[in-house]
């Protein structure tokens, strides 16, 4: 069984920054994309980065030049560095992971979720 386990959520004033962090563990031969997702009340979840097995990034219009994403391979951890936070960016954020297993499965799943409040 893997688990993700998410930390680094909080409260937040607008233009502050926060560091989310994923970390993947169990039977895992190998970790593809790695990514977070966030959702607003009311609204459908949403990809806001992701990063491939090789290091390559990509993002949401929305956090482009504010959010950065990056992986410790070794430690099968994922990274959401969010500076220049805004109250839009308020949401539950979803760590999801894609692997390989030993007997050469794959799979994907969801962390529990982490609450990021951007307010005054």
């Known amino acids: 069984q893997v688990q993700l386990v998410e930390s680094g959520g909080g409260l937040v004033q607008p233009g502050g920054s926060l560091r989310l962090s994923c970390a993947a563990s169990g039977r895992i031969f190998s970790i593809n994309t790695m990514g977070w997702y966030r959702q607003a009340p009311g609204k459908q979840r949403e990809l806001v980065a992701a990063i491939s097995s090789g290091g390559t990034p990509n993002y949401a219009d929305s956090v482009k030049g504010r959010f950065t994403i990056s992986r410790d391979n070794a430690k099968n951890t994922v990274y959401l560095q969010m500076n220049s936070l805004r109250p839009e960016d308020t949401a539950v954020y979803y760590c999801?992971?894609?692997?390989?297993?030993?007997?050469?499965?794959?799979?994907?799943?969801w962390g529990q979720g982490t609450q990021v409040t951007v307010s005054s």
């Open positions: 999801n992971t894609a692997w390989i297993n030993y007997s050469g499965g794959y799979s994907q799943g």
